[in-house]
């Protein structure tokens, strides 16, 4: 029994003993690894980027473009091509570079550089696109340098003075469209009774679980908005290239034949139809920059500065005095806090009391880009901002790429609503879907039974089907949430419930369309919002605070060492051989998305945007049919 118990507490001091060896390595290693950066950091530092004198603006948006980037762990952004993380890159950081290097003497020209964006919403491509055509208005050159352009890419890419392709790419364009799965067979067939509850002729949203296609009312109402945003892309494309917008339709529906005449060639079909000024090799434009604009000082690429490490280099800091407070409504709208790719009615409703309470904040600006989402934390939302306004601060609604349903919902007493006109709002209307098995586990000879002490006892148990009882309460609560929507935006926009009615039912407008019929006041964009919203409070001078998540001191010390060494670290290959920049270093190892990993993505974010949906009543004010694609 001794030699037994030996031996255990032998094992016993053996484990601890390799325990207390890996912590001990670990935390040496960690101490090693400060040392290492701290040290690395004492050599790399300085202010800011050097501007170079005569330099090209690399404008290069990696990932995806959006309202605001969620902040990215500084291990993962070191790491970026080992994790599976979809890059992202802040449209106002994208807007800040081009209009401060408009009017810096030390900028010559613009290289705008798409391989690595994976994607953008109307709205934000618009904006940007206004921004660059901007520029090159100024008298300074506006470069497309990309290998290949998707539909996305070449609205910006068309604003550039001269577009070169690679021998290898192409230009591929096909229009806007909405194609959505319907599931019904499939349901059927698993034997799950949906139960749909909703208000709205076009609220198509629950049409996938009670359909096999799109209803014709869906079919009216989409192709509405679709073609309107389509004729804005096709002028937007077509006017710096010297073509109408029916010639762009045109050229895409001629595809075959005009791919037959260039003998199969994509890039010279599109020099043909004159979407591009050139077919050249990345060594060939480069050479052409480098002899327009000069070498870099390694003499192996053109003069150049990469976006961000120019922004980092001219960063006007802050100047005090009042404030205009901007808070981003971004995402699907769910209860409880949340990081910056989701409304998360806590986390927004304690910027916006910050801001409420701050006292050199003169107004709120609320940035939407948002499908709805929870019926209760949109009220939440909305009620915050009232408070507000109760407070005498003025709160102007500026819609993004997207301000739909309770997007537009927490938008709708807001004292003026802004619009882009490629922005998607309206769809007001509400539903709810509630799913039951009980012909599902019949299948598998599962059933339930039981006595409850009320009718409504076990009303919600998903194993047995809703009693005409329960139907009738959440149909009632439909509606009552219905009314509730169409007064709201009646007392927000001084419209009758009636004509509220008329234009609500669920349907999706275009920004254009939802200034005409009442919808939003104004169209433009985010700086005419805040300008509207200094005027509202009688400020002249102001600043623009963007109201946002706040980095662990931790993380960003971290952040601060790891800038610090790709500060100076030159970048191997890469399209541009370039030597500078901060976030340069990272994008020149960035790999170009191809159409499937996109759909994947799209696929996941459409998954992940049903499974956040946690309104504790059920009830949403959701756009599931607004993703133009």
Same mark, same amino acid.
């Given at each position: 029994?001794?030699?037994?118990?030996?031996?255990?507490?032998?094992?016993?001091?053996? @484990?601890?003993?390799? +325990?207390? %060896?890996?912590?001990?390595?670990?935390?040496?290693?960690?101490?090693?690894?400060?040392?290492?950066?701290?040290?690395?950091? &004492?050599?790399?530092?300085?202010?800011?980027?050097?501007?170079?004198?005569?330099?090209?603006?690399?404008?290069?948006?990696?990932?995806?473009?959006?309202?605001?980037?969620?902040?990215?762990?500084?291990?993962?952004?070191?790491?970026?091509?080992?994790?599976?993380?979809? #890059?992202?890159?802040?449209?106002?950081?994208?807007?800040?570079?081009?209009? !401060?290097?408009?009017?810096?003497?030390?900028?010559?020209?613009?290289?705008?550089?798409?391989?690595?964006?994976?994607?953008?919403?109307?709205?934000?491509?618009?904006?940007?696109?206004?921004?660059?055509?901007?520029?090159?208005?100024?008298?300074?050159?506006?470069?497309?340098?990309? @290998? &290949?352009? =998707?539909?996305?890419?070449?609205?910006?890419?068309?604003?550039?003075?001269?577009?070169?392709?690679?021998?290898?790419?192409?230009?591929?364009?096909?229009?806007?469209?909405?194609?959505?799965?319907?599931?019904?067979?499939?349901?059927?067939?698993? %034997?799950?009774?949906?139960?749909?509850?909703?208000?709205?002729?076009?609220? =198509?949203?629950?049409?996938?679980?009670?359909?096999?296609?799109?209803?014709?009312?869906?079919?009216?109402?989409?192709?509405?908005?679709?073609?309107?945003?389509?004729?804005?892309?096709?002028?937007?494309?077509?006017?710096?290239?010297?073509?109408?917008?029916?010639?762009?339709?045109?050229?895409?529906?001629?595809?075959?034949?005009?791919?037959?005449?260039?003998?199969?060639?994509?890039?010279?079909?599109?020099?043909?139809?004159?979407?591009?000024?050139?077919?050249?090799? !990345?060594?060939?434009?480069?050479?052409? $920059?480098?002899?327009?604009?000069?070498? =870099?000082?390694?003499?192996?690429?053109?003069?150049?500065?990469?976006?961000?490490?120019?922004?980092?280099?001219?960063?006007?800091?802050?100047?005090?005095?009042? @404030? +205009?407070?901007?808070?981003?409504?971004?995402?699907? +709208?769910?209860? %409880?806090?949340?990081?910056?790719?989701?409304?998360?009615?806590?986390?927004?409703?304690?910027?916006?009391?910050?801001?409420?309470?701050?006292?050199?904040?003169?107004?709120?600006?609320?940035?939407?880009?948002?499908?709805?989402?929870?019926?209760?934390?949109?009220?939440?939302?909305?009620?915050?901002?009232?408070?507000?306004?109760?407070?005498?601060?003025?709160?102007?609604?500026?819609?993004?790429? $997207?301000?739909?349903?309770?997007?537009?919902?927490?938008?709708?007493?807001?004292?003026?609503?802004?619009?882009?006109?490629?922005?998607?709002?309206?769809?007001?209307?509400?539903?709810?879907?509630?799913?039951?098995?009980?012909? @599902?586990?019949?299948?598998?000879? +599962?059933?339930?039974?039981?006595?409850?002490?009320?009718?409504?006892?076990?009303?919600?148990?998903?194993?047995? #089907?809703?009693?005409?009882?329960?139907?009738?309460?959440?149909?009632?609560?439909?509606?009552?949430?219905?009314?509730?929507?169409?007064?709201?935006?009646?007392?927000?926009?001084?419209?009758?419930?009636?004509?509220?009615?008329?234009?609500?039912?669920?349907?999706?407008?275009?920004?254009?369309?939802?200034?005409?019929?009442?919808?939003?006041?104004?169209?433009?964009?985010?700086?005419?919002?805040?300008?509207?919203?200094?005027?509202?409070?009688?400020?002249?001078?102001?600043?623009?605070?963007?109201?946002?998540?706040? #980095?662990?001191?931790?993380?960003?010390?971290?952040?601060?060492?790891?800038? =610090?060494?790709?500060?100076?670290?030159?970048?191997?290959?890469?399209?541009?051989?370039?030597?500078?920049?901060?976030?340069?270093?990272?994008?020149?190892?960035?790999?170009?998305?191809?159409?499937?990993?996109?759909?994947?993505?799209?696929?996941?974010?459409?998954?992940?945007?049903?499974? !956040?949906?946690?309104? #504790?009543?059920?009830?949403?004010?959701?756009?599931?049919?607004?993703?133009?694609?």
């Amino acid at each position: 029994m001794k030699s037994l118990l030996a031996t255990v507490w032998g094992g016993v001091k053996a @484990t601890v003993k390799v +325990i207390q %060896g890996f912590g001990t390595a670990m935390l040496g290693l960690f101490a090693i690894i400060a040392l290492i950066a701290l040290w690395t950091a &004492s050599r790399n530092q300085q202010a800011a980027p050097n501007v170079p004198k005569g330099a090209v603006m690399v404008l290069w948006p990696n990932g995806a473009i959006v309202e605001q980037a969620e902040m990215a762990d500084p291990f993962e952004a070191v790491f970026a091509r080992f994790n599976d993380k979809r #890059p992202e890159t802040g449209i106002h950081d994208l807007l800040d570079a081009v209009r !401060r290097a408009k009017t810096d003497d030390r900028i010559a020209a613009m290289a705008l550089f798409t391989d690595t964006m994976w994607s953008a919403r109307p709205s934000h491509l618009h904006t940007l696109a206004g921004a660059i055509q901007d520029f090159r208005e100024s008298g300074k050159k506006v470069y497309a340098i990309s @290998t &290949s352009y =998707s539909q996305t890419d070449f609205l910006l890419a068309a604003q550039a003075d001269k577009i070169f392709l690679n021998p290898a790419g192409n230009v591929f364009l096909t229009g806007y469209g909405q194609y959505n799965p319907y599931f019904k067979s499939l349901l059927d067939k698993l %034997g799950v009774s949906v139960n749909v509850f909703r208000v709205g002729t076009y609220k =198509s949203a629950v049409e996938p679980f009670t359909r096999d296609d799109m209803s014709e009312d869906a079919r009216e109402a989409n192709r509405g908005y679709l073609e309107t945003l389509w004729r804005l892309y096709g002028d937007a494309v077509g006017a710096p290239r010297g073509m109408t917008a029916a010639q762009i339709t045109q050229g895409i529906n001629d595809a075959p034949a005009l791919l037959r005449e260039a003998g199969g060639d994509m890039a010279q079909m599109a020099l043909n139809k004159g979407l591009v000024d050139a077919i050249a090799t !990345r060594a060939d434009w480069r050479q052409e $920059l480098m002899d327009t604009y000069g070498t =870099s000082p390694d003499g192996n690429t053109f003069n150049q500065i990469h976006w961000q490490a120019y922004l980092q280099a001219t960063d006007p800091g802050t100047s005090g005095g009042n @404030t +205009i407070a901007v808070i981003t409504a971004q995402g699907e +709208i769910i209860a %409880g806090e949340g990081p910056v790719t989701v409304t998360a009615a806590e986390t927004l409703i304690r910027y916006i009391r910050e801001a409420r309470t701050a006292e050199d904040v003169s107004a709120i600006v609320l940035r939407v880009d948002s499908p709805g989402g929870s019926g209760f934390a949109s009220e939440l939302i909305r009620q915050e901002l009232a408070t507000a306004q109760a407070d005498g601060i003025p709160v102007v609604a500026s819609f993004g790429p $997207l301000a739909a349903s309770g997007g537009y919902w927490i938008s709708a007493t807001a004292d003026e609503i802004w619009s882009a006109p490629s922005t998607i709002t309206g769809s007001i209307g509400i539903f709810a879907i509630v799913p039951t098995f009980e012909n @599902t586990l019949d299948k598998v000879g +599962i059933h339930t039974d039981g006595v409850g002490t009320t009718a409504f006892a076990g009303a919600l148990d998903t194993s047995r #089907p809703l009693s005409d009882r329960v139907k009738d309460v959440v149909q009632q609560s439909i509606d009552a949430g219905y009314r509730d929507f169409l007064e709201l935006v009646a007392r927000g926009r001084g419209l009758s419930v009636d004509e509220v009615n008329a234009i609500a039912q669920g349907r999706v407008w275009s920004g254009i369309k939802a200034q005409e019929i009442g919808l939003v006041d104004h169209l433009g964009g985010l700086d005419e919002a805040v300008a509207a919203a200094a005027r509202l409070a009688g400020v002249e001078t102001y600043e623009t605070v963007f109201y946002r998540e706040q #980095p662990d001191p931790f993380d960003a010390f971290l952040a601060d060492l790891f800038s =610090s060494f790709t500060m100076t670290a030159p970048v191997s290959g890469g399209p541009l051989e370039t030597g500078y920049g901060l976030i340069g270093t990272l994008d020149a190892t960035a790999i170009p998305p191809s159409a499937t990993l996109k759909s994947l993505y799209d696929l996941q974010a459409d998954a992940e945007q049903i499974l !956040r949906l946690n309104d #504790p009543h059920g009830r949403y004010f959701l756009c599931l049919e607004c993703a133009v694609r």
